[in-house]
């Protein structure tokens, strides 16, 4: 392109050179200065149409406000989109992923968003997002990996880093939960079922304890028990929302963090209570080398569990999700693999720093969305964010987007290998120390 520019710029010299050297006396010169004339005309504006076309193309910005993007849109933190090359690696990668996948376990594609009642009131006044998800393989690569917002910032992710940093080496095996004061006795139960029925049956592994807001006396007796890395969460060097907890924003963060260190990845909420079964435990690192990753099914859907405002966040409208039910969050087991790096975890820790996704901070209601225990009854199949799931709704949403109607490969029940027990405040065996506050 450059030297084609150059050639015409060549010409455009030449021609007016000869404009000024015969430019004169009879009828045939005049009519050869006309000729001229449009020859140089052309030439100009073809040179500047090769200049201007030297100019890289603009990202796109999302339709959503300028006010609502996250630091991800820092002039200074700016970056090309995602490479050709990457995304067909990537749909390569997805592709050999999905051959694993049984008939038995496939969705189908149901039409959704195909009526004004289906569709809702989710739509905002300027028009409705996509309606529809892309089928093609690339396309869904595309629509995760190439928006600038779904990725996450230089500084971000030298954040992480430091995060890592806490613990040192690499593993086969990683383990990692997180508590606050408020869950200090059902961490007890995870903490002795991972000693139990887990770590005697991992070689080169570590486990990892995040400190979300205990007292002194709560954080000494687990650095007692744990027998793992007790890290405090570093709230200050994140916007403020993430000290939010019950916007679960610090999780995602987490995962991305340690994800780079360890072959598989396990997270594990404090009710999480590890099952006594050799066999299963050998089963679940055998699929999810071939699935990825790999959640528990909730009873919930997805359209009716999460605010519109994270919808459009992805560019999509909630009808898009009728048929997904949750992906549980609270115990997910993930393989160190660049498709899921890349097209899963990277854009959840982006939505989670990202004050219009995970956390909607513009909400003045947003002290209520944290709160609520309980969902509003819906009083209809099509009315949408009846509750919000934080960082449950964004990974489902992710996971929706990738592998489509092989959802239930990669969210699916888990039970032989966990089981979720809210109502465990069984203490550490041999050790009395309960905590003052009430679970």
């Not at 000729?35 to 100009?44: A, K, N, P, Q, T």
């Not at 090359?85 to 149901?110: C, D």
């Not at 779904?150 to 383990?175: C, D, H, Q, W």
């Not at 890290?231 to 200050?236: E, R, T």
């Amino acid at each position: 392109m450059f030297v084609y520019c150059y050639m015409r710029s060549l010409n455009t010299i030449i021609v007016s050179t000869m404009f000024r050297k015969f430019g004169c006396l009879s009828v045939f010169s005049r009519r050869l200065k006309r000729l001229l004339f449009g020859l140089l005309y052309v030439s100009i504006v073809i040179s500047f149409v090769c200049l201007t076309s030297l100019v890289p193309p603009k990202i796109a910005v999302p339709k959503f406000s300028q006010s609502l993007l996250s630091e991800n849109y820092n002039s200074h933190n700016r970056r090309t989109q995602a490479t050709d090359y990457n995304i067909h690696i990537l749909t390569q990668l997805l592709q050999e992923r999905l051959k694993e996948v049984s008939s038995a376990e496939k969705t189908g594609h149901s039409p959704v968003c195909e009526t004004n009642a289906s569709i809702g009131d989710s739509c905002l006044t300027t028009g409705c997002y996509r309606l529809k998800m892309p089928t093609a393989l690339r396309d869904r690569i595309e629509q995760i990996v190439s928006p600038e917002y779904m990725r996450l910032s230089l500084p971000s992710k030298k954040l992480l880093e430091m995060m890592a940093a806490n613990v040192s080496g690499s593993f086969n095996v990683t383990i990692i939960s997180a508590l606050s004061s408020n869950h200090f006795m059902e961490a007890q139960g995870l903490i002795y079922k991972v000693h139990q029925h887990l770590l005697p049956y991992l070689i080169n592994f570590t486990f990892i304890i995040y400190n979300l807001g205990l007292s002194s006396e709560e954080r000494s007796f687990i650095a007692q028990i744990c027998k793992c890395h007790l890290i405090d969460f570093p709230f200050q060097i994140f916007s403020r929302f993430v000290s939010l907890l019950h916007c679960y924003t610090w999780k995602a963060l987490i995962v991305n963090a340690h994800i780079t260190k360890t072959n598989v990845l396990i997270w594990a909420d404090t009710s999480v209570r590890f099952l006594q079964d050799p066999q299963s435990i050998r089963n679940i690192f055998s699929q999810v080398k071939t699935r990825g990753i790999q959640l528990g099914k909730g009873k919930k859907i997805v359209a009716h569990n999460t605010l519109a405002s994270m919808f459009h966040y992805f560019q999509d409208e909630p009808c898009m999700y009728l048929k997904y039910n949750e992906a549980m969050s609270g115990m997910i087991v993930v393989n160190n693999d660049l498709l899921v790096r890349q097209a899963i975890l990277e854009p959840w820790a982006a939505c989670a720093l990202n004050g219009s996704c995970m956390c909607p901070t513009e909400r003045s209601d947003l002290h209520h969305i944290v709160k609520a225990s309980t969902c509003r009854t819906r009083k209809s199949l099509y009315q949408y964010g009846v509750c919000h799931r934080f960082d449950q709704s964004a990974i489902s949403i992710l996971i929706a987007k990738l592998y489509q109607e092989h959802y239930n490969h990669v969210v699916r029940n888990y039970s032989e290998f966990w089981a979720i027990d809210r109502n465990d405040r069984t203490p550490y065996p041999g050790l009395t120390f309960r905590a003052d506050r009430k679970n």
